[in-house]
């Protein structure tokens, strides 16, 4: 089945005759490519990356269906995609209704695949169906290989379409798939493949299919032997491991990982959770290996099926008889890691970006899943079941404490008309999506953001010194904070409700603009970790809502006589430097290095950093959810090793000539 996009034609718009000569219809593929990121999400970096999820995915619905174990992904020379399977192979026989081979049809029709037959797959993790194919369309050059039955096939194709039949090259005695593919750089705004990002899907897929081994290859890098860069991931006990992993930056709460795997209500179920001393809540949900982190049904069946089992046993136990207040849902998931994996014949999405998991079924069989596997271990560890409830009851009391300081915050907060923060310089506009907040480090820099502002929708809020590291802090402690409450009561927000205490309420938000602006030094580099931490782990609707940016101030300026050229990296500067010494007799250049933003004048701030017409800005987006989890735990957490590794690895020396 094809699928078609109308629009108007341009032309003929602009000629203001519409008529049925207006309508252009385009057929199939040619709508991936006029809109591709109605398919795949945009044409940025997630979107480039999408394409190799597209693919690894249908490798990944060989291994669910039983007839795969090894997948391999290799990133090419020319930053191409090659994804190598040892599944069946894309059946090549000719297509009954279409008349072509099967592996034609599956690579050029949309919602065209093995997915859509019960027979052949009982669940899958591609959303719409559309997956290789939309990767084909967006492609300059996609080969795809097979080697069935002893025989090798294969067909090339150039933006969706094939350049030659399907044809038999040879015999074989491996059996699989192999598509690689060279995105089409005309369409995608960006054109490398980041290993690192690969690297945490395929880790990612690897928990959630025990047993499937993945690898990846950089054939762009060399190490030391002249071997190419790679990294293969394998998990043996899944979400056990996935958890572990996830929390390997955290002092455990218990012994061991809380863990089940069965069917229940005819919905295969598997849930791994354990407790730590941190003060948050890390649920990461999974459906067909697809992260839902807009929750759903599965995610509530859990939620009410941990809260009334712990709740009942901490009655039982005579643990709560002394507490004057109730305890809430949350006070049960402080200091809680857990991943919950379902697999859903077929599932029904919908959210803001069709990743909320709708179906109602799920809820029960998750809700009758968590409760037996907790029952169990509570009185199989009544040690691990003791700690755990002190845990909740400390939470419960830590947020009835944490209700006067939110309500203080609240008080004083524009959504009730009350007065903003005194180091506000706010903007004219009342539109919050024409506004902008720009969350300055230092009062001295505050006050040249403040100077060089456009008024009417720019807003300065400097922040004095490093605010709290939020990763290691009780929620009474976080609204304590001075810098924290201004940042609240500045955008308007309004935090808890009677279900979570940490909710946010985001109808009077007054800014959808947000940006981060600090300094290009080390300081400047750990308040900035410190605000997007506090975002990530309090405020992260506002980052899904793509409110969240980082400015970029420019590291140098080269000046030679009356010229001067503003430059972002070191390469910038060195091309430039280079350019105006050969430009004249005079070869003198000077270089200025900007260690602060207070080194600029509001001129120079306002033409590098914040004029809209030449900014650029770096929004934050949370591509991983669990790897993100991860990467603020061991950067903000107590554990000094694993951050020592990290920046070790991800730092970049300088060179000294001495």
Request: proline share 3%.
């Amino acid at each position: 089945m094809s699928e078609t996009v109308v629009e108007m034609s341009e032309k003929k718009k602009a000629a203001a005759s519409y008529s049925a000569d207006s309508i252009q219809v385009l057929e199939g593929l040619e709508a991936v490519r006029k809109r591709p990121a109605m398919y795949i999400g945009d044409i940025g970096v997630k979107g480039l990356h999408h394409l190799v999820y597209e693919v690894v995915d249908n490798s990944i619905d060989e291994a669910l269906a039983g007839h795969c174990d090894t997948v391999e992904v290799s990133i090419t020379p020319t930053n191409g995609i090659r994804v190598k399977d040892n599944g069946r192979g894309i059946p090549v026989d000719m297509h009954a209704k279409e008349g072509r081979s099967a592996l034609e049809v599956v690579m050029t029709v949309l919602h065209a695949g093995g997915k859509f037959d019960k027979d052949s797959y009982k669940v899958s993790g591609g959303l719409h169906g559309v997956g290789v194919s939309c990767v084909n369309a967006l492609s300059t050059m996609l080969l795809a290989e097979v080697h069935r039955g002893g025989r090798m096939y294969q067909q090339e194709y150039s933006e969706g379409k094939p350049k030659y039949p399907v044809k038999e090259v040879g015999t074989t005695d491996y059996r699989g798939t192999i598509v690689t593919f060279q995105p089409d750089l005309s369409i995608f705004q960006v054109s490398e493949y980041n290993f690192d990002t690969l690297a945490a899907r395929l880790r990612e897929l690897a928990y959630l299919n025990k047993g499937i081994k993945l690898s990846l290859t950089d054939e762009r890098r060399t190490n030391e032997d002249g071997s190419f860069v790679s990294e293969t991931f394998y998990s043996e006990k899944g979400l056990v491991e996935f958890v572990k992993y996830l929390d390997g930056n955290r002092q455990p709460l218990i012994e061991d990982v809380i863990y089940m795997e069965g069917e229940k209500q005819g919905i295969p179920v598997e849930i791994a959770m354990v407790y730590n001393d941190s003060f948050n809540e890390n649920l990461h949900s999974y459906v067909n290996n697809i992260n839902t982190h807009e929750g759903g049904t599965h995610l509530a069946g859990f939620r009410s099926g941990l809260t009334r089992t712990l709740k009942k046993y901490a009655d039982t136990s005579g643990a709560t008889g002394k507490l004057k207040f109730e305890i809430a849902g949350d006070d049960f998931r402080e200091g809680l890691t857990a991943v919950i994996s379902v697999k859903v014949a077929e599932p029904q999405f919908e959210g803001q970006t069709k990743t909320k998991l709708g179906n109602n079924e799920v809820s029960g069989a998750v809700n009758i899943a968590v409760s037996e596997m907790l029952e169990n271990y509570l009185e199989e560890h009544p040690r691990d079941a003791k700690n755990i409830v002190d845990k909740v009851i400390l939470a419960a009391q830590a947020r009835h404490a944490a209700r006067k300081a939110r309500e203080m915050v609240q008080r004083k907060g524009a959504f009730t008309g009350g007065g903003l923060p005194g180091k506000l310089a706010d903007c004219q506009s009342k539109d919050a999506s024409q506004s902008e907040l720009f969350l300055v480090e230092g009062d001295s820099a505050g006050g040249t953001a403040k100077q060089g502002r456009n008024r009417e929708f720019q807003a300065i809020l400097p922040l004095r010194g490093k605010i709290l590291n939020v990763e290691k802090a009780m929620q009474h402690k976080i609204l304590d904070n001075e810098e924290i409450r201004n940042i609240y009561t500045a955008l308007g927000v309004h935090i808890g409700t009677e279900e979570d205490s940490k909710a946010l309420n985001m109808e009077k938000l007054r800014y959808h603009k947000i940006i981060i602006m600090c300094d290009a030094d080390v300081d400047g580099s750990h308040i900035q970790t410190l605000i997007m931490t506090f975002f990530y782990r309090h405020m992260q609707p506002l980052i899904e809502r793509g409110c969240l940016y980082i400015a970029t101030p420019p590291l140098y300026m080269v000046k030679k006589g009356k010229e001067q050229v503003y430059c972002w990296t070191e390469a910038e500067r060195d091309a430039v430097i280079e350019r105006m010494k050969a430009s004249g007799k005079d070869a003198s250049v000077n270089v200025q290095r900007y260690k602060g933003l207070g080194e600029m004048n509001a001129e120079q701030l306002w033409e590098t950093t914040m004029d809209p017409t030449r900014r650029t800005l770096r929004q934050v987006t949370i591509e991983n959810g669990a790897e993100a989890d991860r990467i603020f735990s061991m950067l903000m957490g107590d554990d000094v090793p694993p951050r020592r590794e990290f920046i070790e690895k991800n730092a970049v020396y300088a060179k000294l000539d001495v």
